[in-house]
């Protein structure tokens, strides 16, 4: 079993910096993906960022150049700065990680552990 806390978030105005910080706890074996997920008011949940325990990561388009992932697999924290930001980045943002063993590359059910979610709020 794995625990996810997200931390940071909260309101900026567009063009500004928030940073989210996501600290996993419990047992965990092997590697796993962990990515960031989002979901804004009346929209489906979206993939914003993943990375593999190489730190190998990818990006939706619209957050390419913007946003940046990182995890620190010593601490089990996954990181997300985010620059530049505009008001259509205002979502809920989760922070998500696969069963040991399953890559990025696997659809959202694969992702069998959520943190609760943490409010970024991006006024223009």
């Known amino acids: 079993q794995v625990q996810l806390v997200e931390s940071g978030g909260g309101s900026v105005q567009a063009g500004g910096s928030l940073g989210l910080s996501c600290k996993a706890s419990g047992s965990t074996y092997g590697s796993y993906c962990m990515g960031w997920f989002r979901q804004g008011p009346g929209e489906q949940r979206e993939r914003v960022a993943d990375?593999?325990?190489?730190?190998?990561?990818s990006y939706t388009d619209s957050v390419k150049g913007r946003f940046t992932i990182s995890r620190d697999n010593a601490k089990k924290t996954l990181y997300l700065h985010m620059n530049s930001l505009k008001s259509e980045d205002t979502a809920i943002y989760y922070c998500?990680?696969?069963?040991?063993?399953?890559?990025?590359?696997?659809?959202?059910?694969?992702?069998?552990?959520w943190g609760q979610g943490i409010q970024v709020t991006v006024s223009s």
């Open positions: 998500a990680a696969t069963h040991p063993g399953v890559g990025c590359s696997a659809p959202l059910a694969a992702f069998g552990y």
């Open positions: 990375i593999e325990s190489d730190g190998s990561a």
